[in-house]
Structures are given as C-alpha cells and as structure tokens.
C-alpha cells in the first residue's frame, strides 16, 4: 500500500505554493493537506466464491459454473435373484399285487362216502355197486394253501379239477360247492359243476371268477353226489385206492389285499410327477439354466406298506455343477410302521444348477420295488402305498439365462457432497436463486436385460432439517443398452425450481444430494442372462453456471490496513479537519448496499462507514444475455471529526460487507471471472500552519 508522507506534502506545498504580498505587513498561513489510504481493492467474482477449479470452472465468455462429479458405487444383482420357496407332494398306491406261488390243493373223497352200503374194509375185486339214489352229501376239507392266509382278489380265476377214479358215473345235481373251512354255515364261496355227470375214470374242469371274493388259505368242499352204481354189472372196486379227487389252483390273479408270502414286485412301485415352480407368478421365471448361489431342498419319504423298499428318486432337472449328472439319491426305507418307514434328506443346493427347456416343470421320478417276505406273512393292500414330499427354500440365484420374471433391485443410496459450495454457503447470506442447474448420471450396466431406473434426487440440508426429493422422468428410466445417461435440467425437469426451494428465504444450498431408489429388473419380461455379480454402476455430475438471482445476499470480506508510520500519526495529531471518500465502481449486474468498519489491532471497533445507512451503488448494464456491460460508478465522502481523525492512527483492519441485490426484481443475472468490484477508501486531513513573529 502506498505510504504519503508529512516531508513529501511539506515539499509539494513549498515547490508549488504562489503567496501575494500583503499591503501591510501580516503573519504568513497556509494549509497542510494529508491522503491517509485505507482500502484499495478489486473484488473479483472469484473472490466471492472459493477459488477451486476442482468445483469451479470457466466456460464460454469467461463465466464461471460449479461443477463437481462422483463415481458412483456399483449397485449388484446380489441376492435379489430368487426364486420363491416351494412345497410339493405326490403319492402312489402299491396297486394289485403278487403274491408266492400258492400252489394246488386236493381234497379226496372215497368210496364208502359215495355209497354208505359199502363197506370200507371191502377188498378188492369184482363187485355190483349198487345206486345210492337220491344222491349222497359228501364235505371235506382241502389240503391248505401255503403262502397266504387270505386273499381278497379284484379279479382272478380258481380252476378246479375233478377226477373220477371210480368204476360208475357220479353225477352232481347242485355242484361242487366251495366254502370257508371256519364257516360253520358252510357258505358257498363258488359252486361248480352244478348238473354235471363225471363218467367213470375221467377228469373235468371248470373255472369260477374270483373278483371281489376273499379266499382263506383252508377251504372245504361240499356236494350232493348221485350215481345209478354199475347197472347189475360186476366192476372192479378198490375202496383203499379209487377216489374222488377234487384239486384247486388259481390263476390270473389280482389281488387287492392279502395275509401272504409276498415275493419282490415283478414291477417297480412308481411316483412319476413334476411340479411348479412359482405357480402363482403372473410372469415366473421360465428357465434354460439356473446356477444356484445356495438354497435348500428337503426331501421326504414316507412308506405305507408292510414291504421293505428300496430304489432311488431321480430329478432330472437338477443337475450337479461338476458332472451334469442328474440329481439321484438312493432309498432303502422300512416297513409301515418300523422304526425306519419315513427317510428325510437335505440338499445343498449351491451344489446344482437347474437346467429347463424355458419352462418352470420339474420333473421327479421315485422307483422302488418291493422287498421278498420269505417265510414270513404280511397284511398288504392294494391301496397302500407310500409318499414323495419335496419341498425347496431359501433358493439365492447365481446366475439365470431364460425368462427372467421382472424383479425389483434396491438402488444402493448415492451421496453427492456438495461441498464445494461452502463458500456460497459461508460468505452470502440471504436467498439466491438459480437459473439452471443439471444433474447427469451416467452408466454403465453388465447384465444383458433392460432395467427400470425408478430413481429420485434426494436433496438435505442438514443447517435447517429441510428434505425434499424429485423424480427421474419416466421417459429417461429405461435403461436398454450397456450405458445410460440421465440428463435433469431446466428443459426436461423441475430441477431448478426443486434446489431454489432450499435456497428461497433463509435457506441455503443443500449440503448434498443423493441419489436413491429402485431398478426394475426385466421389466418387458425378456429373454437374456443375468447374473449376482452383474451391476449398475457410473458417476454422477452436478453442475451449474455462475447465473442465479440474488435478494439481500451478503458478501463479508476482511482486509488489514498497512500500518502508518511514526511521522505520518504525529501529522495525524495536529489535524483538525477531514474527509473521508468511498470511490466504488461496480461491474457486476447487481445492485449494491456498501458500508464498512475500520477496527484497531484487538479487532475494537474505531470508525463506522458510513456513519448510518449503507451506500447504494446502482447495477452495471446487463445485456439481452444477462452479462453485465461497463460499470457504474459512485463516489461518496464522509466529513470525519477530529476524535474520528485520531482513530485512524490505530487502524489495522477494515471489514467490508457488500449486499448483493439482483436488478429489476431478482432478474437472473450471468457472473464472469472479468466481473468485479472496485473499492477505493481514503481519508484527506488538513490543518493550517501558522508563522509566529518571535
């Protein structure tokens, strides 16, 4: 700062003062001028916000806009791929069934029981058998079956055999009648023969359907038997070795129930199903391959039957990530109610990956055959059976290529300081208003499907609690290729209007945004592929220009006044008279309020400028474009007193607080770095020195 000194205005007045002589004899006078500097400053606009080209930057014409970009953190598919939890059963019944070789039973009946008159210790020879006419009732047991107790059959045939071993006809008026040997009413299981005529030494058969009869293993035969004898004829009659022989065997058989020897099932016991996944999806996932991250499938199996079974349960659809092999475990479950009947298994699913012809079916298969009873009887149905339960949860998807069903992805929260406002913030105080401001997200995205960015700007103010949000328009959210951006602005959003409502008032700029939300995953329900480890991810820029409106803004700077020197506060001593003068030019298109205090070297406060209400400094021009053209000028003096004189020998500070007002109402006003002002503060002090005649 330049010093003037008491020696230089001393010399300036004796080169250039011109003295008239006086008509009489007069003391000589004369007055000393003295210009004390104290603020000699251009304000730039780049002093008015921070100087940080990493948030400020310079366009066309010179004019300043802020901006500031940050990388985005990626947001991940994850675990959002999913499908959801499933439970399913089937069961099956063991059906008609086999049973050991029961084998043929015979039954005898002599002589001597066809015909009461002869007697059973007749020998053997020639003999006239006489006729027994009416007929004779015979009953007699069968030999037992051997390898059931009781059968019930749904369908089947008993063949019986009868053979004529004697040297007459016999003749069966109401058949050969079959019957329960515990049935004391002796009930007709079948009838045979009703009517026939079985000629001497020769054999018939006849069959009897057995469906829906239950058979014992002990049966027993009654019949009335007529025959005319041998007709006056001798014969040969051997009552120790002819007989009546009646044997049974079936054949055909099925059986719905039975107390038997069951042998192994010539055919396998079989659940063959699928079933669905997502049923109630409008959209499911319909799949080529599902690699699985984890999850969890529980298999249950359940046996009904009184047979040991053994054999395996197959899905087909799911496959081992290291083979390709089918999903297969083996079986080897107990009898109905044993101790083992019900076999439940875990599977790891992170293991397997699920493969699909773009189709949510999935198919199973459990084949087990039966065990061999050997000598032991057990109780069967055809309706027992057993049960396949197969239930899925918590399935994680690593990666899926098919239909994918639309999903939503929580959009990881992005937070965007905008610090670089603090000198906005710190050094205007009062409401501004933007004219524009663009927010631009640009990114890049792996998985091949389109995603929804149902996204919102999320503005906070942390100083006054204000938050408020904006939605990204719905004609920018769809997000096709591999990169994206999103463009808000003055043109296509409410962007402006949104920021300037933190700013309105005595608010401030929001001290950062953030970008939250949604993306919808597949939302045209698309073929493609995906995977956990597929992301979203990109940078978000914030910029505006330097081109706003501003109301009752104040702009605060600190400058130090250079010291005075020793002569210059000993000139300041004697003075008696002084101005002081405030010489602003503005070059901003803003009207100005200015005033200022000098303050002492403990920050005490000396000389108020002005001494009332502030100077006002009319705006520079502003163009059709809102940048301000030349300046305007104003000069204003204060007449100081002498105990204001003598404060300026203490001066070291001067704080200048600018107000900042938009022209014509708030009109938006464009800000260059050329923009500034200008303030020049000096004092002029003067006292008149007088000649004494000593």
């Not at 020696?7 to 003062?17: E, K, R």
């Not at 009413?185 to 829906?212: R, W, Y």
């Not at 000198?423 to 927010?439: A, H, M, P, T």
């Not at 592929?529 to 409106?549: K, L």
Request: aromatic fraction near 8%.
């Amino acid at each position: 700062m330049r010093k003037i000194t008491l020696l230089a205005v001393l010399f300036f007045i004796f080169l250039y003062g011109c003295f008239e002589k006086p008509s009489e004899p007069v003391l000589p006078t004369w007055d000393v001028d003295l210009t004390v500097p104290i603020l000699e400053k251009t304000f730039t606009l780049g002093e008015l916000v921070e100087k940080d080209t990493t948030y400020f930057k310079i366009g066309s014409n010179n004019q300043i806009y802020y901006s500031t970009t940050s990388e985005l953190e990626a947001t991940t598919v994850g675990d959002n791929l999913k499908i959801s939890d499933i439970s399913t059963s089937a069961q099956t019944q063991l059906g008609n069934f086999e049973i050991k070789n029961p084998g043929t039973i015979t039954a005898d009946i002599k002589v001597y029981e066809i015909f009461p008159t002869l007697s059973s210790n007749i020998p053997p020879g020639n003999y006239i058998i006489p006729s027994n006419s009416p007929g004779q009732t015979v009953s007699v047991n069968f030999t037992a079956f051997d390898n059931f107790q009781s059968v019930k059959f749904d369908n089947g045939i008993l063949r019986i055999t009868a053979t004529n071993g004697l040297p007459v006809p016999l003749i069966f008026p109401d058949g050969l009648k079959i019957y329960a040997q515990d049935d004391p009413s002796k009930t007709p299981i079948v009838a045979l023969f009703v009517g026939d005529t079985l000629n001497p030494n020769s054999t018939k058969t006849a069959e009897a359907n057995l469906a829906g009869k239950t058979l014992p293993a002990a049966l027993g035969l009654t019949a009335t038997i007529f025959s005319p004898g041998s007709g006056g004829q001798a014969v040969y009659l051997d009552v120790n070795q002819m007989f009546l022989t009646v044997s049974a065997s079936l054949e055909n058989l099925s059986i719905a129930e039975a107390t038997a020897r069951i042998p192994t099932q010539t055919e396998p016991v079989v659940i063959d199903s699928s079933f669905t996944l997502e049923p109630n999806e409008p959209q499911p996932n319909l799949i080529n391959e599902i690699v699985f991250k984890s999850g969890q499938m529980r298999i249950e199996i359940v046996n009904n039957i009184d047979l040991g079974l053994n054999g395996s349960l197959t899905l087909y659809n799911f496959r081992k990530k290291t083979d390709n092999s089918p999903l297969q475990i083996s079986l080897n479950i107990g009898r109905k109610n044993s101790t083992n009947n019900r076999v439940i298994q875990n599977i790891d699913l992170a293991n397997y990956k699920l493969v699909g012809n773009l189709s949510n079916q999935i198919s199973y298969r459990v084949e087990v055959r039966t065990e061999d009873t050997g000598d032991e009887f057990r109780t069967v149905t055809k309706n027992d059976g057993f049960s396949a339960g197969i239930s899925l949860s918590n399935l994680v998807i690593e990666s899926i290529s098919g239909k994918v069903k639309p999903t939503e992805i929580n959009f990881e929260e992005q937070r965007i300081s905008l610090g670089g406002l603090k000198d906005y913030r710190e050094k205007f105080k009062g409401s501004l208003r933007l004219d524009d401001i663009q927010v631009e997200l640009n990114l890049v995205k792996t998985a091949q499907f389109t995603f929804d960015m149902n996204l919102k700007v999320k503005a906070k103010s942390i100083k006054t609690g204000k938050v408020d949000s904006l939605e990204i328009p719905i004609a920018q959210r769809r997000f096709s290729g591999t990169s994206h951006r999103i463009v808000l602005n003055k043109s296509n959003s409410n962007i402006v209007n949104f920021i300037n409502s933190f700013t309105s008032g005595d608010g401030e700029f929001p001290d950062s945004l953030l970008i939250t939300g949604f993306v919808f995953l597949n939302p045209n329900y698309e073929l493609g592929q995906v995977s956990s480890s597929d992301s979203i991810y990109g940078s978000v820029t914030i910029s505006f220009p330097a081109s706003f409106g501003i109301s009752n803004a104040e702009f605060r700077d600190t400058s130090e006044v250079e010291e005075l020197s020793e002569d210059t506060k000993k000139e300041i001593d004697k003075m008696n008279y002084g101005k002081l003068f405030v010489e602003i030019e503005n070059g901003l298109g803003v009207e100005l309020r200015f005033r200022a205090t000098l303050f002492g070297f403990v920050m005490d406060s000396l000389v108020s400028i002005p001494r009332a209400n502030d100077f006002l400094i009319t705006s520079a021009p502003v163009d059709n474009n809102g940048f301000s053209v030349g300046a305007s000028k104003s000069i204003n003096v204060i007449e100081l007193e002498r105990n204001e004189i003598q404060k300026l020998k203490n001066m070291k500070f001067i704080r200048s607080f600018i107000s900042l007002n938009t022209a014509e109402s708030g009109k938006i006003v464009k800000f260059r770095t050329t923009d500034s002002i200008k303030v020049k503060i000096y004092g002029t002090l003067n006292y008149k020195v007088e000649i004494s005649n000593k």
